[in-house]
């Protein structure tokens, strides 16, 4: 009992600098490559653009928009994934340098636009989606993430991978 009271008194006071550390919230905008895969079929790449809140060094929130063009053997592929998420992980505060692995869950919007000789068709599905990634923290400003998102669309296997590199406020 006398180890455990010092011990407790240590972990709240190691704990309440982790929480208080400026560079465990706020907002982040970015900018960076997104690629799709259906049915393990390349199905383009594009750009992303993502804005994200970290409410503590937990939990965040984040929205982004992303594009996936191709065009090969006369047909094109124009598509596009709106996403709202929350990632869950850890963020480990390293002097100057922060790593957070999370898990991610939330709602993607999928549009694509087919067309090929003069024929096009367009799909459009909303999905509940299970995702994984990293994010490091570089300084107080910069950050880069790393993330694979896997969304459910009309019965298919999607997956999308980005790299996000932005600034955080």
Known sequence: MKTLLP???????????????????????????????????SWGSGLKVEYGYDFNHIFGLNVSYAQNKDSEYGLK?????????????YKFDLDGFAIKPFIALGFA??????????????FNDTSMFFGFGARADINRHFYSEMRFDMPTFDSLEYDQFSWTFGYRF
Do not use: C, Q, W
């Open 77 to 89: 592929l124009d598509g596009s994934t709106f996403k709202v998420d929350t990632d869950i992980g």
């Open 109 to 122: 919007r999928n549009s694509e636009k087919f067309s090929f000789d003069g024929y096009s068709e367009t």
């Open 7 to 41: 011990a407790l008194l240590t972990t709240a006071l190691l704990s309440s600098n982790a929480l208080a550390n400026p560079m465990m919230e706020g907002h982040r905008i970015g900018l960076g490559f997104s690629s799709t895969d259906v049915e393990d079929v």
